[in-house]
């Protein structure tokens, strides 16, 4: 979401991951998209009365989309610096800066053309399609911003704003032409940037912060699309003795597509959220219901995620 929430964290360290299986009710081979991410926070200990903080992380991404084969890795390294605003440490403004590597591949062996059909029992026909190289890999770069204030012990306000694809980098299995004009920015071989932002909270409903509210909303565009995804989900925690807590969430994601006819927001889903705490350890299971079909029968299609994070301490004192 934002390269400035590495290492915006209580701890030392922390390690998560989420898989995806995305429209399983419709196709044959849902897309399946897996993640996995480790940030570590290091206090810089520049001064006495203020609590500022670097933190570095890696992430990787995988998703693949069977009907055609089609595979998307990436591998991004990031880095922010969290520079305290009062001696307390209750304000923080962070700075993040992430780059990486991302790489695209297509398996030609699962598609057929209209040239290779023999007009009676199937595709059996050379294709004559001139097919580009298959694999191709490129750079990508985001910075972010984001403010924390954390005034008292489960209660938190935090915005953030981010860039990503800052160089707009060539996505295309082409090659550029070695002569003549290069291919207009227009016609999708550049990625357009993305401009997101972000704000979230953690507001106790209980003295004791036994029953927090923890609401969320990220809006994002890029280029001709844009989504707000808005929610909330709440902390019921559980006698503390059991160093338990659990979380329900209910989420919606209106989106708006201005390159097509209908220029209007629309509903694209709904989701849920069951979550459960146990220590440092959190793991999530959420249920996307998408409103708009993609076939002309109704049977609305859906999205299972399952995440989990660790969060650890080098030091004792900091569990």
């Not at 390690?15 to 290091?42: C, E, H, K, T």
């Not at 084969?69 to 922010?80: E, K, R």
């Not at 007009?119 to 924390?148: C, K, R």
């Amino acid at each position: 979401l934002n390269p400035a929430l590495t290492g915006a964290f209580s701890g030392r360290s922390r390690a998560s991951a989420i898989y995806r299986d995305q429209w399983r009710g419709v196709l044959d081979n849902p897309y399946v998209s897996f993640s996995g991410a480790v940030d570590l926070r290091f206090p810089l200990n520049i001064s006495a009365r203020h609590d500022d903080a670097i933190g570095i992380g890696m992430m990787f991404f995988s998703d693949r989309v069977d009907v055609v084969d089609f595979n998307f890795n990436q591998l991004a390294f990031s880095a922010s610096l969290h520079k305290a605003l009062d001696w307390g440490g209750t304000q923080y403004l962070t700075i993040g800066l992430q780059g990486g590597v991302s790489q695209r591949n297509l398996n030609y062996e699962n598609l057929t053309f209209e040239d290779q059909f023999n007009g009676t029992t199937g595709y059996t026909f050379a294709s004559a399609e001139f097919l580009p190289e298959n694999n191709y890999a490129y750079g990508d770069l985001a910075v972010g911003v984001t403010y924390t204030y954390n005034p008292a012990r489960r209660t938190l306000f935090q915005v953030g704003g981010a860039i990503h694809h800052v160089t707009r980098p060539r996505v295309s299995f082409y090659a550029l032409p070695e002569e003549g004009p290069l291919p207009d920015e227009g016609e999708g071989v550049n990625l357009y940037r993305r401009y997101s932002a972000q704000v979230s909270a953690e507001i106790p409903l209980q003295k004791s912060g036994d029953v927090s509210l923890l609401p969320r909303m990220l809006f994002a565009t890029m280029g001709p699309h844009m989504e707000l995804t808005a929610g909330s989900n709440i902390r019921f925690a559980f006698p503390s003795n059991l160093n338990m807590a659990i979380q329900l969430g209910g989420w919606i994601r209106p989106v708006r597509n201005t390159n097509s006819a209908a220029d209007q927001w629309g509903i694209d889903a709904v989701a849920a959220l069951l979550g459960l705490e146990i220590s440092n350890l959190f793991i999530g299971i959420s249920y996307d219901i998408n409103l708009d079909d993609l076939v002309d029968y109704r049977q609305g299609q859906t999205a299972f995620e399952l995440s989990i994070t660790y969060i650890g301490s080098f030091e004792e004192e900091d569990v």
